[in-house]
């Protein structure tokens, strides 16, 4: 009597995978009573090949112009002249930006994937003089994770801030005149989180 198992499997993923378990169910088996010179084998193969491939790809482009301008203040050709004051001209610029790419759970899924050949059982009983018997496993469990991140963050702030003139002339009487101030003030963080 002969008898011969053999089982394989094999996953293959690409891109993110989510959720891969063992493939395996593993083998059960038996021989019994067989004859003179039988040749009497249980064998299971069992092979597993993941792949995962993470391509993350992050681009952030902050680009900030300002211009702030301070208005004239002009006293001129007056007898009794007064005062003259020109408002403040501000700027004011936040940008809080934060990304998180994970990987995680695909390369857990496919270390997962790679699965093991079950629990197995086999046994050979009661066989004939001069009878061969084999009971064998082979396991063969392939796992390839490749994560390819690109991170590119371009911060571009530009920022003018002009006073105006303060000018007093041609009065008989001069007064006094006040230009305002101009400010621009800009805070930009940027946060990128790669877990793979």
Known sequence: MKIAKQVSAAALSLGLVVGLS??????????????????????EEWN???????HNKVNVDVDNDQDADSGDADVKYNTNAGD???????????????????????????????????????SIDTTGIDSYNLVKYTYDSHVRVNNYNHVDVDVDND??????????????????ATSGSASNTNSSSVTINLSN
């Open 84 to 122: 003259a004051t020109s408002g403040d001209a501000t700027n004011d610029n936040s940008v809080d930006a934060s990304l998180m790419v994970s990987n995680e759970s695909s390369s857990a899924a496919a270390l997962a994937g790679g699965g093991s050949g079950g629990s197995n059982s086999a």
């Open 22 to 43: 063992g493939l395996a169910s593993g083998l059960s088996g038996d021989i019994d009573t067989t004859g003179p010179k039988s040749t009497n084998k249980i064998i």
């Open 48 to 54: 597993s090949n993941v792949k995962v491939d993470n």
């Open 159 to 176: 920022q003018d801030a002009d006073s105006g003139d303060a000018t007093v002339y041609g009065n008989t009487n001069g007064g006094s």
